[in-house]
């Protein structure tokens, strides 16, 4: 079955860096784009970067273009997001996301919490 599993969670202060991983199991990585979520406290979950399965095309919420970037690689079957220069703002639970593609419907990781404090 699909299993997204994130790592590399955790505390750190305000404009240090965090690296995402999300390794991938269950289905043809390379044939979907793939994406990550967060959802802070008492707010929704948001988009936060998304990579095409063909061209590795990216896409940015504009409250992290230039301090995040978002990469795959389809031999390891993995999805980072590479966060920099972190703001307490972009504190939350970050998900990996396999959003729904074609006839193919959406899976979610489990989540992991990102915590940017002093």
């Known amino acids: 079955q699909v299993q997204l599993v994130e790592s590399g969670g955790g505390l750190v202060q305000p404009g240090g860096s965090l690296r995402l991983s999300c390794a991938a199991s269950?289905?043809?990585?390379?044939?979907?784009?793939m994406s990550w979520y967060r959802q802070a406290p008492g707010k929704e979950r948001e988009l936060v970067a998304l990579?095409?399965?063909?061209?590795?095309?990216?896409n940015y919420a504009d409250s992290v273009k230039g301090r995040f970037t978002i990469s795959r690689d389809n031999a390891k079957n993995t999805v980072a997001l590479q966060m920099n220069s972190l703001k307490p703002e972009d504190t939350g639970v970050y998900y990996c996301?396999?959003?729904?593609?074609?006839?193919?419907?959406?899976?979610w990781g489990q989540g992991i919490q990102v915590t940017v404090s002093s």
């Open positions: 269950g289905f043809t990585f390379s044939m979907h784009p």
């Open positions: 996301n396999r959003p729904r593609h074609g006839l193919f419907r959406d899976y």
């Open positions: 990579i095409t399965n063909v061209a590795g095309s990216t």
